[in-house]
């Protein structure tokens, strides 16, 4: 090959990395001014907001919901928000939470979460798949709302429901959640990813250890232990 002409060669490589890169840069200044005006705009909505990253820790929380926990968005990003769930609530909050993020599957669920005053407050998340331009899976984002006043308004956990439900094992909690909101046991397996088979057999494990024999008597005491409404 001439010397001229490799040289014309090394000169449009160059000239197309340089043209990449401007495109890359172009497409990140993008990015972070989608983010920012994001931010500008969740910060100002009156409800709570968070975001997690592929590898489902939290990245971002917006203001109302950093004044709802009287701690900074370092304090809380990452894992450091669990530091704010109820004892009786961790185990499953954070599995239906990372159950619903290996599958990336929209979720909904109420825990109890320490406000700014030391006070444990009952909130609903929800929680939606979130993805890049290109397709790739980004991670998760959601809302909160505080729910206490309308739970206590509806009524008050039966502290006896309360005690045998918290001793079932997570996912017999789980199943009985889902059964509770109508679910076959069939739907429930599926949306578990669990065999028809083993969720039926925790069906009858949840029967036995709350001493009922029926579907209704195990929805009232999903009601009654405040695990969904009525």
């Known amino acids: 090959m001439a010397p001229g002409k490799h040289l014309d060669q090394v000169g449009e490589l160059r000239e197309k990395l340089a043209q ?27 409800v709570m907001i968070w ?24 304090e809380e990003a990452g894992n450091g928000w669990t530091e704010g769930l109820h004892p009786d609530d961790r185990s499953l909050c954070l599995e239906t939470y990372l159950k619903a993020f290996g599958v990336r599957q929209p979720f909904r669920m109420r825990y109890r979460l320490r406000r700014a005053d030391g006070e444990y407050s009952w909130v609903e998340i929800a929680g939606l798949p979130r993805c890049e331009d290109g397709g790739a899976f980004a991670g998760f984002m959601g809302s909160a709302i505080d729910i206490s006043d309308r739970k206590r308004s509806l009524f008050a956990p039966d502290q006896e429901s309360v005690r045998l439900v918290f001793a079932l094992t997570e996912r017999e909690r789980q199943v009985l959640v889902l059964i509770a909101q109508g679910k076959s046991t069939k739907e429930t397996a599926s949306q578990l990813g669990i065999s028809y088979k083993t969720a039926d057999s925790h069906r009858s494990r949840i029967l036995e250890k709350l001493g009922v024999h029926e579907t209704a008597s195990m929805v009232r005491y999903a009601i009654r232990a405040g695990l969904i409404e009525a």
Do not use: I, K
């Open 20 to 46: 990449l890169q401007a495109e890359l840069q172009r497409h990140r200044d993008r990015q972070q001014s989608g983010e920012a005006h994001f931010r500008l705009l969740a910060d100002a909505a009156p």
């Open 51 to 74: 975001m997690s990253g592929p590898d489902a820790l939290c990245t971002y929380f917006n203001r109302a919901w950093l004044e709802f926990r009287g701690r900074a968005l370092d």
